[in-house]
């Protein structure tokens, strides 16, 4: 796969506006539904308050994310399936290598399903132990707009809109920076049959060596 030239949002965020094509973009959003058959969405709670996420999410890949009232996690487990979680596709594996470089492949491709008034509260990915591996996140469907700030949750924020198709990545001095999404605008593109956004994170979960 290759790359159109990307944008420095801040050190260590990139983003590639358009990355995937609309013919690519529907072939993802088919194989994310037709996996989504063996491996369903579902309603993660919060650590502590066990209140539920506004978003659904199912995993792909070896080790899935996930959040129970006892914390944050990667599993090897669907929670309410308890079968192995399906295989990472094809295009999300070469996306990987293009946009990272790095020497081993992603374990975990989490998506997140964002229907009407659903968000995401700004938080860090930092249950990965590879922390020298980027972040490499997927926008499908209905326009967004992403928040980032700094290594604390003080400090200052900015935000910018995220399209159906644009990759961006975390990594380097910005792997630990705080994210998150305030809103989507819901009907903004037909991407998705039901409406709504996908988000797909891949990661790098243990060192390549371990
Ligand atoms: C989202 N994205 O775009 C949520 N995390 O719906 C993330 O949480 C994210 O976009 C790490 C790196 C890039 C991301
Ligand atoms: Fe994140």
Known sequence: MRLPSKLEIAPGIALWPGAL???TQEELVREVFALADV????RPVMPKSGKPF???ESNFGSLGWVSTVE???YAKEHPL????WPAIPEILLALWDAATGYRAPPECCLVN???????????QDRDERALDAAVVSVSLGDDALFRIGGDTRKGATRSFPLKSGDVVTFGGPARLAFHGIDRIVYGSSRL???GGRLNLTLRRVTPPEA
């Open 39 to 42: 491996s369903p969405f579902y």
């Open 81 to 84: 399936t308890h079968a192995p």
């Open 113 to 123: 399903l964002y229907g009407e008034g659903a968000r995401m509260g700004l938080h």
């Open 21 to 23: 094509n609309a013919a």
């Open 54 to 56: 506004s978003v659904e």
């Open 71 to 73: 914390g944050y996690r």
């Open 192 to 194: 998705i049959p039901q």
